[in-house]
């Protein structure tokens, strides 16, 4: 199908779109609510299976199923999709929000996060195989229940699924300026505990080992550690200690946020931390630091330049200038990078204000967007002999 087709094509079902936009976006389906995000499973598996593709349910246990869908062609690539039916509203807060279309906004919880790019998955694969596209081994697209959460429940099946792939698609939105995403920070998550030693504040306050004044030390010289380490940051976000005003505290803690580019930074300002929390300022006070890595680094490398260069081809035959960008959060994308597997992510359509009241998708994006996907899809089939 040449590129003015495939648009014709996908104009042609944006009504549909935006009807099923509407549909899901109206759905309860936060990471918790199990019964909604398999509501969102059933109805994706069943646009899937009325295409002939088979459709896997996996048990999410206590959190929602994901899904595995497989397409089996004539060809040799393999390749993976990846999108999430978790949002990270609260039960009712759909009701409270309902889908709008306001010029050429759709707003609405997980419109952009990621509604949006799962039925831009969904569209661009009943475009290829409605033209008979089948040079490909496998496509296979993981439509996992708990990304907004860090993917617990999935995120060894999105590993099994990754390997031996020549490239992974994450259908996460498009950053608000249009631009992909080919790099991502990788996460570190750690808590801080310091031991001391409780006393009277008002008559013993002497035999007191305040814990809560030695975390401040140690919150003080961690958080130096910032622009010392290239792409590397920390942030120290969740405080506790003490039990009352008149009670020296014994125990503190703090929880820690760790995020680089790439994995020698990483491990660089996880070392710097360790030597940070190797003493004490306060006498008789104890520090223990636990906690690792959880997600490594998305980093841009020889098979991200492959697949950018597929895609900047795709975007220009479906009409716009393609972009990519780096940034600091996390997604499934880290997972599949970890593991040598060329990824690019934010190839859903164009959104914003993700996880707000004011959530949006910009409609004008969708077709091209869509149309891209399914162009980078053929390309990378065709790369493969």
């Known amino acids: 199908m040449p590129a003015d087709q495939l648009l014709s094509f996908l104009r042609s079902r944006l009504d549909d779109y935006l009807k099923d936009l509407a549909e899901l976006s109206a759905m309860d389906c936060g990471t918790y609510d199990k ?103 496998e496509i296979a697209f993981v439509l996992n229940s708990d990304e907004e959460i860090g993917s617990p429940s999935s995120r060894a099946l999105i590993a099994r699924e990754a390997r031996g792939r020549d490239a992974t698609l994450v259908l996460e939105p498009g950053r608000e ?27 013993e306050i002497h035999k007191g080992r305040n814990a809560v004044h030695e975390l401040a030390h140690q919150i003080i010289e961690l958080q130096a550690l910032n622009g010392r380490i290239p792409g590397a940051t920390l942030n120290v976000g969740v405080v506790q200690g003490g039990t009352r005003p008149n009670v020296v505290p014994a125990e503190a803690s703090a929880q820690i946020d760790v995020r680089a580019f790439e994995r020698a930074g990483l491990d660089a300002i996880i070392a710097a931390m360790r030597e940070c929390t190797s003493s004490t300022i306060v006498p008789e006070t104890t520090v223990t630091l636990e906690g690792g890595i959880t997600n490594g680094p998305m980093e841009r490398t020889a098979g991200t330049e492959w697949l950018l260069g597929l895609c900047r081809e795709a975007a220009a035959d479906a009409g716009f200038e393609l972009h990519d960008a780096a940034t600091g959060g996390g997604s499934d994308g880290n997972t599949t990078a970890g593991l ?36 980078l899809i053929r390309r990378i089939a065709a790369s493969k002999p």
């Open 177 to 203: 300026n249009g631009d992909i995403v080919s790099a991502r920070k990788g996460l570190a998550s750690f808590t801080l505990r310091v031991q001391g030693r409780a006393a009277h504040a008002g008559v």
């Open 35 to 137: 019964a909604g995000v398999d509501a969102v499973g059933r109805i994706m598996g069943e646009k899937y299976a009325a295409l002939g593709f088979a459709v896997e349910r996996h048990d999410g246990g206590e959190l929602g199923d994901s899904l595995v869908v497989r397409w089996q062609g004539g060809g040799t690539a393999r390749l993976l999709l990846i999108g999430h039916l978790d949002t990270v509203y609260a039960r009712g807060w759909p009701g409270e929000h309902p889908f709008t279309i306001e010029g050429e906004l759709a707003r609405g919880p997980g419109t952009a996060d990621m509604k949006g790019g799962l039925l831009s998955g969904y569209y661009a694969l009943e475009a290829l195989k409605s033209e008979g596209f089948d040079h490909f081994a």
């Open 340 to 375: 040598g597997v060329p990824t690019l992510d934010g190839l859903g359509p164009v959104g914003g204000a993700a996880h707000s009241p004011r959530e949006y998708l910009e409609i004008p994006s969708i077709v091209p967007r869509t149309a891209m996907l399914a162009g």
